[in-house]
């Protein structure tokens, strides 16, 4: 399956992708986690990336693209994938449509987190995600690791993104609503939006995404 996961910052994207893709057998690629590879390995690409980042606007969709084909072309991704974060804008939507078709594939579904907005930031500022893999995700409050600052899964240390400061998830909202909802529009023209609420817990809202999803197919 070719899967897109949309939602605004905060919705549970890269926690409910880690366990889809598992459940699907295909690989979650996301953006924000390829940028940060490339940032804390000090690549061209992230030192591109970066202040568009840690200010919380979109990186120019002239590296973002050719990033994301680049990873949708590895031989894991041949049978599907689980993108989370891409696409971001209509122009991005549009520019994936044209990929998917020059390599005669095709989506099969967007699956659309619905998530109310002041629920948004209290995920977020509380959020803290694994130095050693960004799906092992902790909140101070909802969801406590057993010892403080460690990982249960693995042992690594806990962070908060700097781009999850309270300022900046106002603007990664503003900017999700202006740019990225629209994309949502472009996919219900091709019949592929599913919406599910992000509401509850993580392995209830997996439940119910793999039932919409399998509702789908
Ligand atoms: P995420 O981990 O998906 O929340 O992404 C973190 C940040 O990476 C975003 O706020 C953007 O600055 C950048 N980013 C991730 N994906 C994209 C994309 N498809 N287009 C542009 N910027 C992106």
């Not at 893709?21 to 924000?32: D, F, W, Y």
């Not at 995700?137 to 781009?163: A, M, Q």
């Amino acid at each position: 399956m070719r899967i897109v996961l949309v939602g605004p910052p905060g919705a549970g994207k890269g926690t409910q992708a880690a366990f889809l893709a598992k459940n699907l057998s295909i690989p979650h690629i996301s953006t924000g986690d390829l940028f940060r590879a490339n940032i804390s390995q000090g690549t061209e690409l992230g030192k591109r990336a970066k202040a568009f980042i840690s200010e919380g606007n979109l990186v120019p969709d002239e590296v973002t693209i050719g990033m994301a084909h680049d990873r949708m072309t590895q031989p894991d991704a041949a049978n599907g994938f689980l993108l989370d974060g891409f696409p971001r804008n209509v122009s991005q939507a549009e520019a994936l449509d044209e990929l998917l078709k020059s390599d005669s594939q095709k989506l099969d579904a967007v699956l659309d987190l619905e998530v109310p907005e002041d629920e948004v930031v209290e995920r977020i500022a509380g959020r803290r995600i694994c130095r050693n893999d960004s799906s092992h995700v902790f909140h101070v409050t909802y969801s406590k690791p057993k010892v403080e600052g460690v990982c249960d899964v693995c042992g690594g240390e806990l962070y908060t993104r700097g781009d999850d400061k309270e300022e900046t998830v106002r603007k990664r909202l503003d900017v999700y609503h202006r740019e990225t909802e629209p994309i949502i529009d472009h996919y219900k023209a091709q019949g592929l939006v599913v919406t599910i609420s992000a509401l509850g817990k993580v392995d209830e809202v997996t439940k119910r995404a793999m039932e919409a999803l399998k509702g789908d197919k």
